[in-house]
């Protein structure tokens, strides 16, 4: 298995552009997830979805859209990029919805807003 | 509300030396509990969780930490400190009610080791 997979590993962008930050996970977990790392903040949910076709806002979820169409695939959006969106990214996945399963992450992507 | 918190930003230990990083939640039920570790320029990695049973938890690289629901405490021990261990650590929390799945995060400690 791959695990959890991200990509691009390294991103710049300019104010007002949009893209999307692609996840994928190989395991067949229901539960998907997005989060940002800031220095000093450790890690903070921006959506999360608990099956295919159901997604919900974490704690900082402003600026940011997701959607689940498959198990395996769960993209974020950024509509349009500010210098606050200047972050690493991870996404992560666990088997269950269970809340004490175990969260795997992928290796991140940093994104740089300028 | 549930709250993490981790004593240190930055802890540094001498190669062989006992570490000890700090963690103190607040939750009016007491959570699931995890330690994270993160090398440089990668994603988190599980080092050990607790969710019932046994209060001292065992996990990978030598590691392990024990649930104090007096203290409200989860410290991560490792009796002897090596190179490799070098890394930031993230103490987390998941309430035992609800399915949002969400993981609380500490602001993280960074062990440096000396040799």
């Known amino acids: 298995n791959a695990g959890v997979t991200q990509t691009p590993k390294f991103q710049v962008l300019k104010t007002g552009q949009s893209m999307t930050l692609q996840c994928a996970q190989d395991m067949n977990h229901e539960y998907m997830s997005w989060y940002r790392q800031d220095p000093g903040m450790g890690l903070r949910l921006i959506h999360y979805s608990v099956g295919a076709g159901i997604t919900d806002q974490g704690e900082v979820p402003n600026g940011y859209n997701v959607s689940r169409s498959t198990t395996e695939d769960f993209p974020l959006r950024l509509l349009s990029a500010a210098p606050s969106q200047t972050s690493v990214y991870f996404c992560?996945?666990?088997?269950?919805?269970?809340?004490?399963?175990?969260?795997?992450f992928g290796p991140g992507t940093r994104l740089t807003v300028l | 509300a549930q709250s993490v918190t981790q004593l240190g930003s930055h802890v540094s230990v001498s190669e062989g030396a006992l570490v000890l990083l700090r963690c103190n939640y607040s939750?009016?039920?007491?959570?699931?509990l995890f330690w994270y570790v993160q090398y440089p320029n990668q994603g988190l990695q599980l080092l050990l969780k607790y969710t019932t049973g046994a209060t001292l938890v065992k996990g990978i690289n030598g590691f392990e930490a024990e649930f104090k629901k007096s203290e409200t405490s989860f410290h991560l021990t490792k009796p002897s400190a090596h190179m490799s261990d070098a890394a930031e650590y993230f103490c987390a929390v998941s309430a035992r009610r609800g399915n949002t799945g969400k993981l609380i995060f500490g602001q993280g400690t960074t062990l440096q080791v000396k040799p």
């Open positions: 939750s009016s039920v007491p959570p699931y």
């Open positions: 992560a996945s666990r088997r269950t919805t269970g809340q004490g399963d175990t969260q795997y």
